[in-house]
């Protein structure tokens, strides 16, 4: 059962059950049906109604074979909600005249309280959403588990970027540690990000359990943005795992092409805790750091642009305000600033950015009084809104009395010049160089953008030049993220950049 939460707590919020057609693409494609009919023990840990319960005894029928009491002992059902489990139960007497066995039905949440047996095979569509997503109650109950299995490093990090860390790595690797039998198989329907996004997943791909144990990624089918279920853009495949034994690359994975599946294989780049890169099954893998040539100092990492926290309407401005002094007020990027080159570009919409420009830091509120007071009022003005943004690193301002500060701004929000690209959604990366309009340096808009910082035109021509090569677009086709809010983040344009050791003289 594929989910955003609904099974996890008190209040549903809707749940999206695996359709037949793929419970019995998968109970057939990694040959569980023919095991179970052989002897193997199989189970659902998160079964919502039962969709690959019913696959797997549909097939058994088809086969010719009776639903006797001794196969039937060889399947096992876990299910947190009660009222889903109960469905089961009456869907499956319906259907087959049998009741399903009562010992083998489990109610409990798999990762607080899993059952005390093991089995050969495991097989689902465990829930999928970022633990930012998750009920505040539940946040807190899982912290510990998400430690425990090496998700993340401390309990900081579910603040930070690895708020992003899907529950379904946390579902999987729980249920593996818990419930196979050591070289047992695991087939589950899972998010593409938790292998192909950068930063949050990266501790699941350790590819450990938290009892120590290694599982190995055998195999990947991408249904390529195939929607697998109504109303539901996640990116979706269905990943071979094998418990106790060492992933080796580059694995087969398979990508669906109008009911077609394409062979190719993956490794990880730059190095095994990365995002797969797919290349093709006669391919070697791809070292890309070694075909662009993009050495930076430190100070020039990619950055996204200004996060306002959900106060745009409060930051941003389609005209200039005669009430925001010209000094806090800066060009902002949009779509059209990619077509044009520097000189050319015109803002159609500018940003109020409260923040010194040599450190990046939130302007005091004395200097904003005595040296911008229309400005201050501006803000006070909205001081409730900007009060109740949310998220643990706008708090922290918030908390040191800077209820005006804004994100992802720092000295190199300011460098004279920028090279910057279209971060979000794109499917072609190009890059453009953007300086100074009438005195001030464009801004990047949150995670929409993001660009490097450069001190002179010189140097950012030098970089244009080396993001133009080829094998930057290929390196992010290979990547699997074409169209997705993760295309060309900085995280993943930081791969392919050699870094050069720290300088004094920042921007």
Known sequence: MGTDTSHLHAEPVGAFFTPAKWADFCVHRFGIVREWLSGASVCDPTAGVGSFIFSLCDQALAAGR???????????????????????????????????????????????????????????NPPWANFSD????????????????????????????????????????????????????????LPMSIFQNDGAHAGFRRYFLPGGSPFALREILDFNGQRIFDGVRTRLGVAFLEKNAVTKYPIPYSILDNDTWLEKCATPFPDDTSPLSVHGSDEAPRDFLSEISLDL??????????????????????????????????????????????????????????????????????????????????????????????????????????????????????????????????????????GRHQGQPWQGNQALHAYIPCRTRLEAEAVKISLSHPSVQEFLEASRTQGTCNWAQPGRIKQIIRFRKPQLDLF
């Open 66 to 124: 009776t639903l006797s009491c001794e196969l039937l002992s060889n399947l096992y059902f876990i299910e947190k909600e009660p009222g889903y489990t109960s469905e089961f139960q009456d869907s499956f007497l319906r259907r087959y005249g049998i009741p399903f066995p009562y010992m083998n039905i489990h109610i409990r949440d798999i990762i607080l309280d899993p059952p005390n047996f093991r089995v050969d095979i495991l097989v689902g």
């Open 134 to 189: 998750l009920p505040c109650q539940y946040k807190e109950t899982l912290k510990p588990y998400f430690l425990s299995a090496g998700l993340v490093i401390d309990s900081q990090d579910l603040l930070l970027g690895s708020s992003r860390i899907d529950l379904a790595a946390l579902v999987v690797t729980t249920s593996m540690e818990n419930l196979l039998r050591d070289h047992g198989k695991a087939v589950f329907i």
């Open 297 to 434: 100092r430190e100070e020039q990492k990619p950055r996204q642009g200004v996060n306002t926290c959900g106060a745009n309407q409060v930051f941003i401005f389609e005209t200039k305000p005669d009430f925001i002094p010209e000094e806090l007020l800066y060009p902002l990027a949009d779509k059209s600033s990619f077509h044009f080159h520097e000189e050319e570009a015109i803002p159609n919409r500018y940003i109020f950015l409260p923040h010194d420009p040599i450190s990046g830091k939130p302007l005091e509120q004395p200097v904003l009084e005595r040296s911008f007071p229309t400005a201050w009022r501006y803000l006070q003005e909205n001081q409730e809104s900007l009060q109740n943004r949310k998220g643990s690193l706008i708090t922290s301002w918030k908390t040191r009395g800077f209820w005006w500060a804004l994100l992802g701004v720092g000295p190199y929000s300011f460098a004279p010049y920028k090279v910057i690209w279209e971060a979000y959604g794109s499917r072609t990366f190009h890059s453009e160089i953007l």
